[in-house]
């Protein structure tokens, strides 16, 4: 069985109720082309719930046995446009507590789904971290726990967030030392900002990264 809500209007002129002249009224139903006050169509015990909140919304309507919708007019375009709902007190209490237990629910997910993200972060990190000192043993640890957290820094998109640092490509560890090494041991961001370009000033600082690379790898 189909249902058909009561529509009430909020009307954009002051009325007063034709029964018990009630005004200016806020909000009304038109009984036979005359304004009637919702307390004498039976529907004063109803709060109102504004349009915006879809779940509340559903789940108030769904929880009330009398409920109406709400309109007003809009002169621009000319129709009626939805406001909200009037729902029984009690059905909106129920819609509102089950709205609030969904929100705890999806925090308490986003808290577990951020923790499990940290902590593959930190496993990347510590498994960067490994490679680094298994290809340059003779780097110290610290330098090498530094150069693995920048490195793998999230949404950085540096060597450590690609597919072949997530995998320990030695290329790609390499890479990120060298790019630590270029940056750290070297004058390099000196000649940039002297206006030196970039594939001249990699050329220069070449053999300085190479020297210290030497001494950080086996033997």
Not at 54 to 78: I, Q
Not at 156 to 165: C, L
């Amino acid at each position: 069985m189909d249902l058909v809500a009561p529509v009430v209007v909020e009307p954009l002129k002051r009325r007063r109720c034709s029964e018990c002249s009630q005004g200016p009224l806020e909000r009304m139903i038109v009984e036979f082309n005359a304004p009637v006050c919702l307390d004498c169509a039976d529907l004063g015990h109803l709060v109102f719930l504004r349009r915006g909140d879809t779940a509340l919304t559903r789940r108030a309507r769904e929880g009330s046995t009398l409920w109406a919708v709400v309109v007003r007019h809009n002169r621009r375009r000319t129709r009626y446009e939805r406001q909200g709902l009037l729902v029984e007190e009690a059905a909106l209490a129920r819609a509102e507590a089950a709205c609030l237990a969904d929100a705890e629910a999806r925090e308490r997910r986003r808290v577990r789904d951020a923790a499990r993200r940290a902590e593959r972060d930190t496993e990347v990190t510590a498994a960067l971290e490994a490679e680094i000192l298994r290809l340059f043993p003779r780097c110290p640890v610290d330098r090498a726990a530094e150069i693995a957290a920048h490195a793998s820094r999230k949404g950085s998109g540096r060597v450590g967030r690609t597919a072949a640092g997530r995998a320990l490509d030695r290329g790609a560890v390499t890479a990120a030392v060298r790019a630590a090494v270029r940056h750290v041991d070297t004058e390099y961001d000196t000649l940039l900002m002297r206006g030196v370009p970039r594939h001249q000033a990699r050329t220069s600082v070449a053999p300085t990264i190479e020297a210290v690379l030497r001494t950080w790898r086996p033997g």
